[in-house]
Every structure is written in C-alpha cells, then in structure tokens.
C-alpha cells in the first residue's frame, strides 16, 4: 500500500526566513497530495493541495511542488511568521483503493522564532 | 458555515468500560472519515463511510471498535472494553462525493484518555 514519508520531523527557522518540508510516496498512482497544519489542541487545517496533473501551486505565502517521477512534493512557505509555528502534515490519496482515505506522514513540528 | 463537530471534546474513561465518539460532518457532505492519532503519530485511518454503500472498515485495529452513520449523516465510533493504548485523539473528517472534491475537512478531535 501507499507510504508517506515526511522530513524534517522538527524545524526551526526565523521570523522572516523560509521553511521547506519534504515528503516522499511510494504508490506512483496516486494522484492528490493536501498539505494540513495543525495547531495544538485543534484540528488539522487545510492549507493547500495540489493534483497530480500540476508541478505547482502558490496562496500567498505558501506553495507547494510536485514531482511525479521522483515521487515527491515539498510545502513551501515564505517570509514566515510566528503564527506560523504548527505541526505540519502532508498526505497522499492512493488511487487504487476503494475509499479516498487519507496516507499521512508523521508530521514536521515548525517553531518560527521572532 | 459550520464545520464538523465532535463531542465530547474530551473524555476519560476507565479500562474496560465502553466509550461512544460523536461526529458530525459539513452538511452536503456525502464522505466521512475517523482517523486517530496517537502521540508522536501520524493520523492513522480507521473507517470511511461512503453514501449509503457499505463502510471500509479496514483500518480498524480490532474488532472492540465499530462506527455507525444514521441517515447518512451523524456518525458515532464506539469502543469498547477500552484499554490503555487506545489513548489517543480521535478525528473525524467528510468530503464531498468521490469526483466532486477530495478535500477533507477535520473536526476539532476527541481527546480520549483510559485510565
């Protein structure tokens, strides 16, 4: 079945700077990636998704790429900010399943320090 | 609009004793999903509820956990003889039909302690 692996698991950056999280998937036939960001105590929260059938996407301060033959996609977020700071996760919908259930990664902790 | 709501909002719970989770998804939102997610894990998919077609229950850990959806609407995950490791946060999610949208949207989660 899909795996989806996620790095860094922490990440540190500063007010201003960029952050980058990278994440791999096994199943090549899978073909929608939802990025989620995740506050203590809440929900996860989409952000931002991208499809199989596009390289790149962009809202503002964050993007997220796509690369079908290496099997890997990387959130983006510029010019960070403390509200910022979250557990980040990226997920992956296996094509060949019955269900559209979601495969997560096990989530980058992000500090952005001001 | 309102998005999902769970309740409770947290529950403690005695080992042994039966726990019932409440999920109410988006209305229009044919789709509904239960994930856990343990400490220092990923979400981790536990059933999906599709319409009225029958569930994919394949993530379910054992068979001390069953979910029902009434009316294609609310769902309830039910645990029962709860055992220590099944701490964890419990999160529902619902789309729209399959072709209409893969987006899902999660609920505030249920924080489930047994003691």
């Known amino acids: 079945g899909e795996n989806v692996e996620q790095h860094p698991s922490t990440l540190s950056v500063q007010e201003g700077d960029s952050a980058v999280i990278k994440c791999t998937y096994s199943?090549?036939?899978?073909?929608?990636f939802p990025w989620y960001k995740q506050e203590l105590g809440k929900g996860p929260q989409l952000i931002i998704d991208?499809?199989?059938?596009?390289g790149e996407k962009k809202d503002q301060r964050i993007a997220v790429t796509l690369n079908k033959t290496a099997k890997h996609f990387s959130l983006h977020i510029t010019e960070t900010q403390p509200e910022d700071s979250a557990v980040y996760f990226c997920a992956a919908i296996p094509a060949n399943q019955a269900g559209t259930a979601l495969i997560f990664g096990k989530g980058t902790t992000l500090s952005v320090s001001s | 609009g309102a998005g999902v709501s769970q309740s409770p909002s947290n529950k403690v719970t005695e080992k042994g004793k039966d726990v019932e989770l409440r999920c109410d998804p988006i209305s229009g939102h044919t789709a509904l999903y239960w994930y856990r997610q343990s400490l220092g894990q990923g979400l981790e998919f536990l059933i999906y509820f599709q319409g009225n077609s029958a569930p994919d229950k394949s993530g379910l850990p054992s068979d001390r956990f069953s979910a029902e959806r009434t009316g294609g609407s609310v769902s309830t995950l039910t645990i029962q003889r709860t055992q220590q490791e099944d701490s964890a946060v419990y999160l529902c999610?619902?789309?729209?039909?399959?072709?209409?949208?893969?987006?899902?949207?999660f609920g505030p989660g249920t924080r489930l302690t047994v003691t």
């Open positions: 999610a619902s789309s729209l039909p399959p072709g209409q949208g893969a987006e899902q949207y």
């Open positions: 991208i499809r199989s059938n596009v």
């Open positions: 199943d090549s036939a899978s073909n929608y």
